[in-house]
């Protein structure tokens, strides 16, 4: 297993175009989360899945923001209109149910939105 | 707000000497914690976790410190190593929550 994989890398969009990244967790892990990180600050909770279900979202995640994991397995996260403020690090990642407290989240390298 | 608190932005370390990273945090619900380390262009990697039952864990060089009652918790790492350069986050968690809060960061230096 590669670990939790992101794509893109890099995206640079024009002020409110629509993005989609998509994020592939380890096989194994039931648990994946997206965090948003910008300058200078650690990462922030954005949405969580078990499995398929959306069981948690942030206030953070406004109406702009939708994220699926329609098998499970990878999931995506879509920005609409997108603002300047929406340019962050968009982290990716996923844990077991029992190894999240003692191994915590295995994370992605992320994919760096910057809006124009 | 910020939950979680890394005060110190940055450290430097001559190699060899320890190296100390703190973390206050003020949500006395919390009852776990982790540090994660970050190099440039990837994402964070963990790195030890700790229970609020237990005071101390210690991996390798890794040793985490835990006390509750100044809800404070530090990293040290002994002998710090060039290859320790990066940024370490802390992080919390409460059991039956989803997320992580993170502090934002301590960026390390170890000096050859």
């Known amino acids: 297993d590669t670990g939790v994989s992101q794509d893109p890398r890099h995206k640079i969009t024009k002020r409110g175009q629509n993005v989609t990244f998509r994020c592939d967790p380890i096989s194994e892990h039931n648990r994946l989360y997206w965090y948003r990180q910008t300058l200078g600050q650690g990462p922030e909770f954005l949405t969580y899945f078990q499995n398929e279900a959306q069981l948690e979202k942030s206030r953070l995640l406004s109406d702009r923001f939708s994220a699926e994991r329609p098998k499970g397995s990878f999931s995506t996260l879509e920005i609409q209109r997108t603002e300047q403020g929406d340019s962050a690090m968009y982290l990716c990642?996923?844990?077991?149910?029992?190894?999240?407290?003692?191994?915590?989240?295995?994370f992605g390298s992320g994919t760096r939105l910057t809006v124009v | 707000d910020q939950q979680v608190k890394q005060n110190s932005p940055s450290l430097s370390v001559q190699e060899g000497r320890i190296s100390i990273l703190n973390c206050d945090y003020t949500n006395s619900m919390f009852d776990y914690f982790l540090w994660y380390k970050k190099y440039p262009a990837e994402g964070p990697t963990f790195l030890i976790s700790?229970?609020?039952?237990?005071d101390k864990n210690e991996d390798g060089r890794f040793t985490v410190f835990l006390n509750k009652s100044a809800k404070h918790l530090s990293l040290h790492i002994v002998p710090s190593q060039p290859g320790d350069s990066a940024v370490y986050f802390c992080?919390?968690?409460?059991?039956?929550?989803?997320?992580?809060?993170f502090g934002t960061g301590t960026r390390l230096t170890v000096i050859p």
């Open positions: 990642a996923s844990s077991s149910t029992q190894g999240a407290r003692s191994y915590g989240y295995t």
């Open positions: 992080a919390a968690g409460k059991t039956g929550a989803n997320n992580l809060f």
């Open positions: 700790i229970s609020s039952i237990k």
